[in-house]
Each structure stands twice: as structure tokens, then as C-alpha cells.
Nanobody
Framework: QVQLVESGGGLVQAGGSLRLSCAAS????????MAWFRQAPGKGREFVVG????????YYADSVKGRFTISKDNAKNTVFLQMNSLKVEDTAVYYC????????????????WGQGTQVTVSS
């Protein structure tokens, strides 16, 4: 089992920045892929960015490319999502996820999920 605890959400004005954190614990040695998803009210869970747990290329949704950056502190098993130039349409609950398989863009690629953290961008 892997446990994920997210933090860092909040209210920010459009154009501002936030950094989300996701602390992983448990059997992280078995993890292959990691990702961030988001879910706005009344919408499905949307892929934001994915990457292999061990490093390598990151794959971003077109809607966040150039504005969001995923990173990881290996010593602390913590994944970050740096969000810059935030837009009102970025408002959503953000979830980190990890899994044993491919670092894909489908929620079904990931077995473990955090509880979610709310990000609200005001105009």
C-alpha cells in the first residue's frame, strides 16, 4: 500500500502561483508512475501531468503546458506541482496519484490517490 497526503491548495488571484505537495509513504519502492489530476465541479477527472517515479520526461496536458511543472524530492518521497500564471479555469480539486504500471493519462493507470486539495483562482 502507498499513502498520499496532499497540501498547498488555496485561493489565489488569476496570474498568481501556487505549489502543491504530495507526500508519499508506504511501499513507494513498488511505484512506477506518478501524476497529478484535477476535477472541476460537474466535470470528470482531468489529467494534468504524468511522469515516471524514477524520473525522466514529463507529459503535460496542453491546457497547462508551459505554466505547470512537476518535480520530486527523492529524499522525502514528495511530489510537487508548481503552478504559475494561474487562470480561473484552473479552479478544481487537485489530486496526486501513483501506480505500479505505466505513467499514463488515464485515472485507471493509478492505484493510489491522495485526498485532494482545492485550488480556487479568482478573476
Amino acid at each position: 500500500q502507498v499513502q498520499l497526503v496532499e497540501s498547498g491548495g488555496g485561493l489565489v488571484q488569476a496570474g498568481g502561483s501556487l505549489r502543491l505537495s504530495c507526500a508519499a509513504s508506504g511501499r513507494t519502492f513498488s511505484v512506477y508512475g506518478m501524476a497529478w489530476f484535477r476535477q472541476a465541479p460537474g466535470k470528470g477527472r482531468e489529467f494534468v501531468v504524468g511522469r515516471a517515479w524514477s524520473g525522466g520526461m514529463s507529459y503535460y496536458a496542453d491546457s497547462v503546458k508551459g505554466r505547470f511543472t512537476i518535480s520530486k524530492d527523492n529524499a522525502k518521497n514528495t511530489v510537487f506541482l508548481q503552478m504559475n500564471s494561474l487562470k480561473v479555469e484552473d479552479t478544481a480539486v487537485y489530486y496526486c496519484a501513483v501506480g505500479h504500471g505505466t505513467a499514463g493519462s488515464s485515472p485507471y493507470d493509478y492505484e493510489y490517490w491522495g485526498q485532494g486539495t482545492q485550488v480556487t483562482v479568482s478573476s
